[in-house]
């Protein structure tokens, strides 16, 4: 059996980390963000939807695979939108090939500049692991202040974009009886169908999700699960909000669904030493 070594590779002028399990299952890992790209399981066809149109400069997000979230979701506090976790290069930290999956893990702490934005010793690792049908993505973040500083918060998210061949032609079950707000809306309301169906902007936290997703397209499956994760954030920007989007094509949005593993609802506290971790499982069907 020949072991595939992890290989750095240049993706659009980034480097990144090529994952290759002895199965054939393979992702690749951006250091810009620690952003997985592409995630192929073993037999299977690419899962991730990455827009053609994505930027990829240094400073700036890229549109798809599965951007990190960290220390602010969205607009809820003073960081710039989504935290600046996914806009810095982490740091390469090891990687891995065993006999069922390829690894590697990443690591982001504070500097200069983070601290001008948020004023707290952190670290943030990542850890990608790929082998068979499985991707797991894991986020850890620790408080690495001295005893006595104070506690942080922070909220995160796992920002996950599926790659569907017609999102029309998709529905995610899994999510009933959750109450979720909507911000395209702006209102608070309980999913009561069974299974969610995309054919219009959408837009939605949901809240302490407790069972595993699954993304049914015609022709196949994929199941979501998440652990420490409590929220469940779907988007899909649809027609209008597309245009308005200058790094994704006009029919991106048919391509693609977000389903993201996320803490927003209830923001994660650590004092000085204590850690915290959560993760996000797809599983090829
Ligand atoms: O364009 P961005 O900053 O990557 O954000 C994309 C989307 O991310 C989602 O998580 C948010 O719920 C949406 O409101 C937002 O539009």
Redesign the pocket.
């Known amino acids: 059996m020949s072991t595939h070594q992890p290989r750095l590779i240049d993706v659009h002028g980034q480097p990144a980390v090529h994952l290759r399990a002895p199965d054939g299952a393979q992702a690749i890992v951006l250091l810009h963000g620690a952003q997985v790209v592409s995630w192929v399981p073993a037999g299977g066809e690419e899962r991730l939807y990455l827009s053609e149109a994505s930027g990829f400069a240094d400073g700036q997000?890229v549109?798809g695979g599965v951007?990190v979230?960290f220390p602010q979701?969205?607009q809820r506090g003073p960081l710039p939108?989504?935290g600046f976790a996914?806009t810095r290069r982490w740091e390469l930290q090891r990687t891995d090939t065993g006999r069922d999956d390829a690894i590697a893990v990443l690591r982001l702490c504070d500097d200069e500049r983070t601290r001008e934005q948020w004023p707290h010793a952190f670290g943030a690792e990542l850890t990608v692991a790929v082998g068979g049908t499985r991707l797991d993505v894991e986020l850890e973040v620790e408080h690495r202040g001295e005893a006595d500083a104070p506690a942080f918060s922070f909220t995160a998210?796992l920002?996950t974009y599926l790659r569907v061949r017609e999102v029309e032609e998709t529905r995610l079950e899994g999510l009933r009886g959750l109450r979720y707000h909507d911000?395209v809306r702006g209102s608070e309301s309980v999913q009561d169908l069974y299974a969610l169906s995309i054919d219009d902007e959408v837009?939605?936290?949901y809240f302490d999700a407790t069972r595993p997703l699954q993304l049914q397209e015609p022709h196949r499956t994929l199941t979501i699960e998440s652990q420490q994760f409590p929220d469940v954030?779907v988007?899909n920007?649809w027609q209008d909000?597309t245009a308005r989007?200058a790094?994704l094509p006009p029919l991106g949005f048919r391509r693609m669904l977000?389903v993201?593993a996320?803490a927003i609802g209830r923001p994660i506290v650590l004092a000085p030493g204590e850690q915290w971790w959560g993760r996000q499982t797809l599983v090829a069907g």
């Open positions: 997000a549109r951007p979230i979701f969205e939108r989504h996914r998210a920002h911000n837009d939605r936290i954030v988007w920007p909000k989007l790094d977000c993201e996320a």
